[in-house]
């Protein structure tokens, strides 16, 4: 039976629009603020550091004992019974240091165990251009090399990146893709901006998808940086509003997310509003999000906590608020781990960030 971790909890009527739930700008959740309840003391003291260290992580992933993590500058860090190994990586390409950008999202192939290969997100400079692109890499000792590229010149700027990965039910890769602050390019079906992709894992497009000869499976995004699917294959996904409206979406193919046209509670004939939203007072800078037990699991980077969302009883909780900045999450079992992003220039670092943590749910 699932365990209820709350501190507090608003019940919201969807009636035709999202459940309001009041990108790192804008005013944001006051969390962390005051003292604990027994509750949140309960919750926290069953939080345990499993790694110290690390530089910015951004994607969680997991080998048999052995965690794999992208870090935004440029490397991976293997960890292996709270041991930090720092693995180098060889791109084709110069990483990006603007804000937002680098070495963004990461996935195992299914087979790690056997070929060592990996695919990667990560932004990069060519002359004055910035773009993204997904590659594949494959770790030859301690060093991940790129070994073949699957989709490039996916738009990029300063701000924007989208860049999570994920391998879906269907043995697919979707890949998230930010508006480059350039709105209009999200309803754009013939760019790669402001995008949620779908490729097969060697780069080429699959027969199925909505839009024929074309690597896009939904649109109208400005920066969704959290993927994730039940156990019946239903897709969902977060992602980061213009200063508040921040969003969790249900997603499927072909379908028109709204932005820039509409965000938040707006509706739009032909446009999809979202399954819950932070509101026009607040925002969350929702980023990756894991699924257990009819609950999403939010990283929220300006809310500084790990959002709960109870999909049964369309209720929100912040379940975590004293660790900072959240990039990601990752549950396996009934566990779940999650990285901080306190030294990525927008957070209040503490001693020996950022961390590996990882928090019992039953």
Not at 37 to 45: A, F, H, L, V, W
Not at 59 to 80: C, M, N, P, W
Request: proline share 3%; net charge negative; with cysteine.
């Amino acid at each position: 039976m699932k365990k209820m971790l709350t501190l507090f909890t608003g019940l919201f009527l969807l009636s035709g629009c999202a459940a309001t739930i009041s990108e790192d700008e804008g005013t944001s959740t006051e969390s962390g603020s005051g003292s604990l309840t027994t509750e949140e003391s309960s919750i926290n003291s069953a939080v345990e550091a499993v790694a110290e260290n690390l530089a910015v992580p951004w994607s969680i992933q997991r080998d048999d004992d052995a965690f794999y993590l992208s870090e935004r500058g440029g490397t991976v860090a293997k960890i292996t019974d709270g041991e930090v190994e720092r693995q180098s990586v060889s791109l084709e390409k110069e990483l990006s240091s603007v804000s937002e950008a680098g070495l963004l999202g990461f996935v195992l192939a299914p087979d790690f165990s056997d070929s060592q290969t990996a695919i990667a997100y990560y932004t990069y400079e060519d002359n004055s251009d910035i773009m993204n692109r997904i590659v594949e890499l494959k770790l030859v000792g301690d060093d991940w090399q790129e070994t073949r590229v699957l989709l490039d010149e996916i738009p990029s700027g300063t701000h924007h990146h989208g860049g999570r990965l994920a391998i879906g039910p269907d043995d697919l890769l979707y890949a998230t893709t930010g508006d480059a602050s350039e709105p209009e390019i999200a309803q754009d079906r013939n760019s790669l901006g402001g995008k949620i992709l779908r490729m097969n894992l060697d780069g080429t497009i699959p027969e199925d998808n909505p839009i024929e000869d074309s690597y896009v499976y939904s649109y109208g995004h400005r920066n969704a940086q959290g993927l994730v699917w039940d156990e019946g294959g239903k897709m969902y996904s977060s992602e980061h509003g213009a200063s508040r409206n921040d969003e969790i979406n249900v997603i499927e193919a072909g379908k028109n997310y709204g932005w820039p046209t509409i965000e938040g509670n707006e509706t739009q004939t032909g446009m999809e509003s979202p399954l819950f939203t932070s509101g026009n007072n607040t925002t969350w800078a929702p980023s990756g999000m894991d699924y257990r037990d009819e609950t999403l699991y939010v990283a929220a980077l300006r809310g500084n906590a790990v959002l709960e969302f109870d999909l049964e009883s369309n209720t929100m909780s912040e379940m975590l608020t004293e660790y900072g900045r959240i990039r990601d999450i990752y549950i396996e079992g009934e566990t779940m781990y999650f990285v901080t992003n306190n030294r990525d220039g927008r957070g209040n670092p503490q001693q020996n960030d950022d961390k590996l943590y990882r928090l019992p749910l039953d």
